[in-house]
């Protein structure tokens, strides 16, 4: 089995319990570089990556009026080879929306 930390198991977890997380854990452990390649090449998984740091960064979700903006930053970010969160960040930080953000109602930036 692939890495090298522990699992641990806390509280009142019987036998049966014990015996399962650790066989899910060796499950996830041998499949992991495939489910790697398989979230990397996935459209679905860059677009929920590409939201939540939007929603991060902006400390709010995402808006309408903010579409046109974000749109352009992920064209930005992954016009660059080898497509990172340092060039999603950059170019997020450098989009309108990030530049004219709005607190949610009732927050303050």
């Known amino acids: 089995m692939p890495g090298k930390g ?4 806390t509280g009142k977890a019987g036998e049966v319990m014990q015996e ?6 060796s ?5 992991a570089e495939q489910l790697h ?5 996935s459209e679905e998984a860059q677009t929920c990556i590409d939201r939540q740091w939007t929603r991060y ?3 709010r979700p995402e808006t309408a009026a903010d ?5 352009a930053a992920y064209q930005k970010a992954s016009a660059t080879a080898g497509f990172s969160v340092r060039d999603l960040v950059t170019a997020l930080v450098q989009s ?3 530049t004219y953000r709005q607190p949610a109602s009732g927050e303050t930036l």
Do not use: D, N, P
Request: aromatic share 6%; glycine share 6%.
């Open 27 to 31: 499950y996830a452990r041998s499949r």
């Open 37 to 41: 390649k398989e979230l990397a090449g």
């Open 67 to 71: 579409a046109g903006s974000m749109s």
């Open 20 to 25: 399962s997380a650790r066989a899910a854990v």
């Open 57 to 59: 960064l902006l400390s």
């Open 6 to 9: 522990s699992l641990t198991i």
């Open 96 to 98: 309108k929306a990030f």
